[in-house]
């Protein structure tokens, strides 16, 4: 399943993604950190949303309260729950 979603509070602006299940593939980001959103896909790709959210939920981006990476954690539980609906 494809989702995109749209980000809050950070440089980036929207996540596209693919589920599998609850595997995690093909993770793009729109705007942003260039060497951070080259490198964040890589490291989830395969992973599950669990996984995801586990290793990069609730990281925070300076002063900000959130994080691309942060923002991914939250896109794929969303992606997940609309799969399961």
Not at 26 to 37: D, M, Q, Y
Not at 46 to 64: A, S
Request: glycine share 12%; charged share 25%.
């Amino acid at each position: 399943m494809s989702y995109i979603y749209k980000t809050k509070g950070t440089c980036s602006t929207q996540i596209e993604l693919e589920l599998e299940g609850n595997i995690v593939h093909n993770v793009k980001f729109t705007g942003g950190c260039h060497g951070n959103l080259q490198a964040i896909p890589k490291l989830v790709e395969g992973l599950t949303v669990e996984e995801v959210e586990k290793r990069i939920g609730g990281i925070k981006c300076g002063f900000k309260n959130t994080s691309c990476g942060d923002q991914l954690a939250k896109a794929c539980r969303e992606a997940l729950e609309a799969q399961n609906a």
